[in-house]
């Protein structure tokens, strides 16, 4: 097998409470957003249950990953998911990821054969993003429409790792790189500042970088480099020849 590389240009203790807007219904309240600082390592349960509530009532969040700050909402709000398109402003043909606890968690939502599973086993946690198969258990309109395909990842990142084990469920997300800007937001004051009319909830555990994930489609006979970014390409070049 050979690892293929191509470019894709879809890859592209405190609490304070601020003020957002929220869509109900075609209607708009003007409550801003709640503001969490949260501790980066060992992040506050009491805070973590606060932001899973959010998610679960259907809202709209800011949360740190191990390589930048994301948004994301359940899988199932469609609204909160259209909230999300509109502040990236893209499109339904642009990639979503489901944002997954474990390994486990992506074989219910992906297709994994014994080679795939050996390198998603190498390589998360960590700063990936993987495209596979989907299965019966991922939304038609989380898809990618033609090849039925969804990116999945396993960051390694503590604040990230207590939201899922609370929430249960993977995290829909987005990196949160905003229209006109070449480079993600890293600073939480700032992300409030600009999104404060656009989120339910902003969790603030400090700056975790500006590099992106690099993401690997793993849907063909070799994986292919789609976007190379903080994750180390190394272990598939380990496994297969590099063209």
Do not use: W
């Not at 050979?2 to 240009?9: D, G, K, N, P």
């Not at 043909?93 to 599973?117: F, G, K, M």
């Not at 990618?144 to 604040?159: A, C, D, F, M, Q």
């Amino acid at each position: 097998m050979q690892l293929q590389l191509r470019f894709h240009s879809e890859f592209g203790c405190a609490e304070r409470i601020g003020r957002t807007r929220r869509e109900t219904n075609g209607d708009v309240t003007d409550n801003m957003a709640q503001f969490f600082v949260v501790h980066a390592q060992n992040p506050q349960r009491r805070l973590i249950r606060r932001a899973v509530e959010t998610l679960r009532s259907g809202g709209l969040i800011v949360y740190p990953t191990d390589s930048c700050y994301a948004l994301g909402c359940r899988i199932g709000e469609k609204q909160a998911m259209g909230r999300l398109r509109r502040v990236r402003q893209m499109d339904e043909s642009h990639h979503l990821t489901l944002v997954c606890r474990d390994l486990s968690e992506i074989a219910q939502y992906a297709r994994v054969d014994n080679v795939q599973y050996r390198l998603l086993r190498k390589t998360t946690p960590g700063s990936y993003t993987f495209i596979l198969r989907a299965t019966r258990e991922v939304p038609k309109r989380l898809l990618n429409p033609r090849r039925k395909t969804i990116g999945l990842r396993v960051p390694e990142h503590p604040v990230v790792q207590a939201l899922l084990q609370e929430l249960g469920e993977p995290i829909l997300s987005s990196t949160l790189i905003l229209p006109g800007d070449d480079r993600p937001m890293t600073d939480a004051e700032e992300i409030r500042e600009r999104l404060e009319h656009d989120v339910d909830l902003i969790l603030d555990a400090g700056s975790c970088g500006v590099e992106m994930t690099t993401v690997v489609d793993l849907t063909g006979e070799a994986p292919e480099i789609l976007r190379f970014g903080k994750g180390r390409i190394e272990p598939f070049a380990e496994e297969m020849t590099l063209h």
